[in-house]
């Protein structure tokens, strides 16, 4: 048996790094989780965050989990090294906001990050910038309404872009040649991105990176699959299986059944 790779978002984004784990391990299953009865977690306290993926990493364990992506940069930055103390025998991978790469290869020295209210307000950004960006002028938007956009399966109408515009241009206008995605819902509106700033800016999505990440921590723990036939994904929401199921095709190109679960007094 397969070593199983338990992964968890507030929602459809981290289906983003799902694409890039399949593409790169087919053989490994994996079993999702979409927190959906809490989306957006952008708006949350880091408290309620922790609360909430602590429970989730203990039913992905539960289900089989070996290995865990937090496929969210929300919950990344709000919770991954208290996960990691409170599961010390689970290894994680996390993501950042990727300011590194983009600090070092930016020509004009202006780059914009998109990400969540709360993965601003965090330490764990914040000393990335701090660190790694200090001779960058580094635009941040916080995209208001654009995951609930995405939840609801809209990739290409009126108000997506008008929240993308809004958030753009303002970074066009002071010189960007970069955009840093800093969470894991908008590389599925890539398209319309890269529409708006044009062909001359760079659009970074950590996808890849992250999918390399899972195949060096599966390596080192003898936990690669072997082979290339396709093995289980199993997809879970909190919320509601219909929305979700019906999008699917646009998430991912393929259906699948969704299970459900319930939070009930703080546990699955
Ligand atoms: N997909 C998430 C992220 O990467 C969270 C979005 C949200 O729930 O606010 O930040």
């Not at 993965?119 to 950004?125: A, N, S």
């Not at 701090?130 to 009126?158: M, S, W, Y």
């Not at 890539?190 to 044009?198: A, F, L, R």
Request: glycine residues 8%; negative net charge; hydrophobic residues 40%.
């Amino acid at each position: 048996m397969a070593t199983t790779i338990g992964m968890l978002d507030s929602g459809v984004g981290g289906l983003t790094i799902l694409r890039a784990i399949r593409e790169q391990l087919p053989g490994q299953p994996v079993v999702y989780v979409a927190d959906q009865a809490h989306v957006p977690y952008g708006v949350r306290q880091v408290d309620e965050v922790r609360g909430f993926t602590k429970e989730i990493t203990r039913f992905l364990i539960d289900q089989g989990a070996k290995l865990i992506v937090v496929a969210c940069n929300t919950a990344s930055v709000a919770a991954l090294s208290y996960l990691r103390n409170e599961f010390p025998e689970t290894p994680f991978v996390g993501m950042e906001p990727a300011v590194k790469p983009a600090a070092e290869q930016t020509k004009t020295g202006v780059v914009g990050v998109l990400a969540t209210y709360a993965t601003f307000q965090t330490d764990v950004y914040n000393s990335v910038v701090e660190r790694f960006a200090k001779n960058v002028n580094v635009i941040q938007n916080h995209c208001p309404g654009l995951v609930n956009q995405i939840e609801k399966g809209d990739l290409t109408g009126f108000e997506t872009r008008r929240i993308l515009e809004s958030a753009l241009r303002p970074m066009l206008s002071q010189g960007i040649d970069t955009v840093v995605l800093g969470c894991t819902h908008y590389p599925f509106v890539i398209p319309m991105i890269q529409e708006i700033v044009g062909p001359a800016v760079r659009v970074i999505d950590p996808a890849p990176a992250i999918a390399k990440q899972t195949q060096r921590l599966l390596t080192e723990h003898s936990w690669l699959a072997d082979g290339r036939i396709s093995s289980e994904i199993r997809l879970i929401t909190t919320g509601n299986t219909q929305t979700i199921e019906n999008n699917l095709p646009m998430y991912l190109g393929y259906r699948l059944p969704v299970e459900s679960i319930q939070w009930q007094d703080g546990k699955l």
